[in-house]
């Protein structure tokens, strides 16, 4: 009897090995990845706790160099230790004196840009200070100012044909120097009278604020001799109140440079009650 031969039937199956591989190298790799990710994130944990040690590290610099200060005053045993007391003193030194240089800049810094220093920096004094002019002088002697020289004029004071005028009401220090040549060639005696007039807006009739005279002397020459009256008070004036200087004879005025001016400045705010409110540039 002849038997049916089949070249199959003496090979092994590899269908269960082939899938038993598959599985084993699929958690090889699973594994090795598995491996790689938690060694990555190991690192990251590693860079971060060390970044955090060097952090705390920066933190107590001071305190060990503090230490190394106490140890360098002591004088502990330092031949074991790589101290140099010296340089840590220079260092010491040096480190002081940048604090106090930061720390003066940042004082002035704050200083110059608080609100104090700004409003400092806004606020207007209130004052003049006029030369005296021999241009537009009237025939009733009211003496003309202008505006030369170191003269200032604040912007809430009007200085109009020898007449400044007040913007802002308050205490004032109201003062004048009038130079002028004696009259020698005259026979008159008549003193030379300086005075100084308050006109207010609400009368006809001017107030007499400060008077000064000078009597002739009998000492007679034809060159010029020149004197001075100077005279200045503290007085209550008023929003459009106008002051004016008179003299006896406005052509014995010696106009030349520092001799003739006219001048006041605010020095607070006058109450009823008889108070006085330090203005803020008085401060």
Same mark, same amino acid.
């Given at each position: 009897?002849?038997?049916?031969?089949?070249?199959?039937?003496?090979?092994?199956?590899?269908?269960?090995?082939?899938?038993?591989?598959?599985?084993?190298?699929?958690?090889?790799?699973?594994?090795? /990845?598995?491996?790689?990710?938690?060694?990555?994130?190991?690192?990251?944990?590693?860079?971060?706790? /060390?970044?955090?040690?060097?952090?705390?590290?920066?933190?107590?610099?001071?305190?060990?160099?503090?230490?190394?200060?106490?140890?360098?005053?002591?004088?502990?045993? /330092?031949?074991?230790?790589?101290?140099?007391?010296?340089?840590?003193?220079?260092?010491?030194?040096? /480190?002081?004196?940048?604090?106090?240089?930061?720390?003066?800049?940042?004082?002035?810094?704050?200083?110059?840009?608080?609100?104090?220093?700004?409003?400092?920096?806004?606020?207007?004094?209130?004052?003049?200070?006029?030369?005296?002019?021999?241009?537009?002088?009237?025939?009733?002697?009211?003496?003309?100012?202008?505006?030369?020289?170191?003269?200032?004029?604040?912007?809430?004071?009007?200085?109009?044909?020898?007449?400044?005028?007040?913007?802002?009401?308050?205490?004032?220090?109201?003062?004048?120097?009038?130079?002028?040549?004696?009259?020698?060639?005259?026979?008159?005696?008549?003193?030379?009278?300086?005075?100084?007039?308050?006109?207010?807006?609400?009368?006809?009739?001017?107030?007499?604020?400060?008077?000064?005279?000078?009597?002739?002397?009998?000492?007679?020459?034809?060159?010029?001799?020149?004197?001075?009256?100077?005279?200045?008070?503290?007085?209550?004036?008023?929003?459009?109140?106008?002051?004016?200087?008179?003299?006896?004879?406005?052509?014995?005025?010696?106009? %030349?440079?520092?001799?003739?001016?006219?001048?006041?400045?605010?020095?607070?705010?006058?109450?009823?009650?008889? %108070?006085?409110?330090?203005?803020?540039?008085?401060?």
């Amino acid at each position: 009897m002849q038997g049916n031969y089949n070249p199959d039937e003496g090979k092994p199956l590899n269908t269960g090995f082939s899938a038993i591989m598959k599985t084993v190298i699929c958690c090889v790799f699973i594994l090795m /990845l598995a491996q790689i990710i938690g060694t990555v994130l190991y690192c990251v944990y590693l860079h971060m706790k /060390l970044d955090k040690i060097q952090e705390e590290m920066t933190f107590h610099e001071d305190f060990v160099f503090l230490r190394r200060l106490q140890k360098c005053a002591k004088g502990e045993d /330092l031949d074991n230790t790589f101290l140099n007391c010296n340089h840590i003193v220079n260092e010491f030194h040096n /480190l002081l004196s940048k604090v106090k240089t930061n720390t003066g800049t940042y004082e002035k810094y704050k200083a110059e840009t608080s609100p104090a220093m700004q409003i400092d920096a806004e606020k207007v004094v209130v004052a003049a200070h006029l030369a005296g002019t021999s241009k537009k002088v009237e025939a009733s002697n009211v003496l003309q100012w202008a505006e030369k020289g170191y003269s200032v004029l604040q912007p809430r004071l009007i200085n109009r044909e020898g007449y400044v005028r007040i913007g802002d009401p308050g205490l004032y220090y109201v003062y004048s120097q009038i130079s002028f040549c004696e009259n020698t060639s005259s026979q008159s005696r008549e003193p030379f009278v300086q005075y100084i007039y308050l006109k207010k807006a609400n009368l006809v009739k001017k107030m007499l604020l400060l008077k000064g005279a000078h009597a002739q002397s009998s000492y007679k020459d034809q060159s010029c001799g020149l004197h001075s009256i100077h005279q200045g008070g503290v007085f209550d004036l008023s929003n459009g109140d106008e002051l004016f200087v008179n003299v006896t004879d406005a052509s014995r005025v010696n106009y %030349s440079e520092g001799s003739t001016y006219f001048g006041l400045f605010k020095l607070g705010n006058f109450y009823s009650d008889g %108070s006085v409110k330090e203005t803020q540039e008085q401060r």
